[in-house]
């Protein structure tokens, strides 16, 4: 079982020094995207773990700059055959050691792990990514100020309908982080190598990182091979994450050593990466409670 990861981060820490360390000793192939905005030079420890990411981005927060990250990373991979490709962030550390992830690949081979939601504010979506979006929308932390104008804008200014955007079919939502097989990876890049609109219709759009894959995969013939779609399940964990949007007070929750015995839950039993972790962690405790070496 011959599995790709990528990673994006945007600065070295612990978290992605462990995440790096624990699959590369499984004889993995690791592909690296650094944000433009970082020093290059802070991620020289891994020159020899990983591939790095040539033509960086400068990745902003739920702009098209996402995806452009994420097309770098599959291309990037695709030179090689693989069986599985699986997009990481620097956030994530795996619930699983590398034999048992490739065990549960190879039991679930042909299957493809990406979250798509069953239910979603089809007016939201529809105006996140068929209409123009520019400026304060991109600000995630804005001030008092910047809200309020931003609020006024909003209300003044009406949006633009986006190039292209006549053309999407219907469109569905999940989280971004996925893995998928190596054929279905070709099958995506053939796609916008031959359809160059669909491109152009997301460019300007908003967190369009949550639907832009989902919707090309629901409109194809791989619908059919998403892995337990077909029962009441949920979309990060079809997409084998742990991710908690429930607990707060961050969203999503910043996980510690006290959330490890509800991550280990039999209902988790198939995620195989968490996010996001909190960079004090322990992780001498971390990979003696998941059995990582």
């Known amino acids: 079982m011959e599995i790709a990861y990528c990673i994006i981060c945007h600065r070295n820490t612990k978290i992605l020094r462990t995440t790096i360390g624990i699959l590369s000793n499984g004889n993995n192939n690791i592909y690296l995207h650094v944000d433009k905005k970082a020093d290059i030079k802070d991620f020289n420890e891994y020159k020899n773990k990983v591939n790095f990411i040539e033509g960086n981005i400068d990745v902003t927060w739920a702009s098209y700059s996402q995806i452009e990250c994420m097309l770098l990373l599959l291309r990037e991979a695709s030179r090689k055959k693989y069986d599985y490709i699986c997009l990481l962030s620097g956030d994530c550390l795996p619930l699983k050691n590398n034999n048992e992830i490739k065990d549960f690949f190879s039991k679930n081979n042909g299957k493809e792990f990406v979250g798509i939601q069953k239910e979603c504010n089809r007016n939201e979506l529809e105006n996140n990514i068929k209409y123009e979006h520019k400026g304060l929308c991109f600000k995630r932390n804005k001030s008092v100020l910047q809200s309020i104008v931003f609020k006024i804008q909003s209300k003044i200014i009406p949006l633009r309908r986006s190039k292209g955007s006549k053309m999407l079919p219907k469109l569905y939502k999940g989280p ?3 893995c998928l097989s190596g054929g ?5 890049l053939e796609f916008l190598e031959k359809n160059k609109w669909y491109q152009t219709a997301f460019e300007k759009s908003f967190c369009a990182d949550e639907v832009f ?3 090309i995969i629901m409109n194809s013939k791989y619908k059919d091979k998403i892995y337990k779609y077909e029962v009441n399940y949920d979309d990060n964990h079809m997409a084998l994450r742990y991710i908690d949007w429930n607990s707060g007070p961050q969203y999503p929750k910043i996980l510690t050593i006290d959330d490890f015995e509800n ?3 039999k209902q988790n039993s198939d995620c195989i990466f968490a996010r996001k972790f909190n960079e004090d962690i322990d992780i ?4 003696k409670s998941f059995n990582i070496k």
């Open 176 to 178: 971004n982080w996925f």
């Open 184 to 188: 279905l990876c070709n099958y995506i």
């Open 213 to 215: 894959f989902q919707t």
């Open 263 to 265: 991550i280990k839950m």
């Open 284 to 287: 001498d405790n971390y990979k």
